[in-house]
């Protein structure tokens, strides 16, 4: 603090100086994003009971990354103009790489029909309820979501227009990795794209081996802030893991420094 102060001590050109010599070291480290913290609550089909985790979400520069918290911490980074997904295990300290494109292609592969008849069978239909509540801060509108193929899920979203906020580019990698490329693919893209807003709450309900499965993720917190641009990087000392499918990683992704 004493060289900080020294400077608005100083006179106005050397202030000036000063920020002049700070702003290359700054420029493009940050820039203004979205903080998001999500509150995730279900029991899986083993599990002896129900669970809560936390999900941190930072979006900037064109890009998404997941922190999950709990013992098997992992991360995701999203990048939708590579088409790129990077998964990272965080507590082994390695990582891999998904294409979106590569997927396509490999879904186009003969051995492959099975798979895309399942996803092409898979039907999807949202409802706008018109029902509204306010969840948190905002006022959210409940969507009925339902999708019927290999199981049953059905849905309650609750969005909000209240936060601009536009996740689409990100829910459509995760989503289906190249499936619109696939009969049905796109229709049922444009059927969750119904969803107007940001959604806030989405509880799902399964049945897994005859036991019902519940599950629910609920956004507690939006903020803007910035974001510094290695937040979307490999961190120092990962280790590259290749997997199926045939798929190396990009050269052009970010390798562990």
Request: charged share 25%; glycine share 8%; hydrophobic share 40%.
């Amino acid at each position: 603090m004493t060289m900080i102060h020294t400077m608005i001590r100083a006179p106005r050109r050397a202030g000036l100086l000063f920020a002049a010599l700070l702003l290359p070291l700054f420029a493009g480290a940050a820039e203004d994003g979205y903080y998001i913290e999500t509150i995730n609550r279900g029991s899986a089909v083993m599990s002896e009971g129900p669970q809560e985790s936390l999900s941190k979400t930072y979006i900037g520069h064109g890009k998404m990354k997941v922190v999950n918290s709990g013992e098997n911490a992992d991360s995701m980074i999203l990048d939708p103009e590579s088409g790129v997904m990077t998964f990272l295990n965080d507590s082994l300290q390695q990582y891999f790489t998904i294409n979106v494109a590569d997927v396509a292609k490999a879904m186009a592969d003969p051995s492959m029909a099975q798979m895309r008849a399942m996803i092409s069978e898979t039907k999807v239909s949202v409802e706008d309820t018109g029902e509204t509540r306010q969840i948190g801060d905002w006022e959210c509108r409940k969507y009925a979501v339902t999708k019927q193929g290999m199981m049953q899920v059905e849905q309650e979203v609750w969005a909000t227009e209240e936060i601009d906020l536009d996740v689409r580019p990100y829910t459509r990698m995760m989503r289906m990795s190249g499936a619109s490329d696939i009969p049905g693919g796109a229709e049922q893209m444009a059927e969750l794209d119904k969803i107007k807003g940001f959604p806030i709450l989405t509880v799902s309900t399964m049945n897994m081996m005859g036991t019902e499965v519940r599950t629910e993720t609920e956004v507690t917190e939006v903020r803007r802030q910035a974001i510094p641009a290695d937040t979307f990087t490999v961190p120092e000392g990962y280790q590259l893991k290749e997997i199926g499918m045939g798929m190396a990683p990009p050269a052009e992704q970010p390798q562990a420094q």
